[in-house]
């Protein structure tokens, strides 16, 4: 039973780690690599968000 428990602690410690390590990976909203990536990207699945930093930063600069 212990054991169990042992196991679910650390497969949500290693979940956690894994997100964390992948969200430094994301480039900095605005910079020439998010646009870019944002130009691959569905317009679909923007944001509202999404599409208003695109236009401040990558259209009007």
């Known amino acids: 039973m212990k054991v169990i428990v042992v196991v679910k602690k ?3 410690l290693c979940l956690a780690a ?3 390590t992948l969200m430094g990976c994301a480039p900095e909203v605005g910079s ?3 646009c870019e990536d944002m130009k691959e990207k ?3 699945d923007w ?3 999404d ?3 695109y236009a401040e930063n990558c ?3």
Do not use: H, Q, Y
């Open 10 to 12: 650390l497969g949500l």
């Open 18 to 20: 894994m997100s964390l």
């Open 32 to 34: 020439e690599a998010w």
């Open 42 to 44: 569905p317009k679909g």
């Open 47 to 49: 944001s509202t968000n």
């Open 51 to 53: 599409a208003s930093a």
């Open 59 to 61: 259209i009007f600069k």
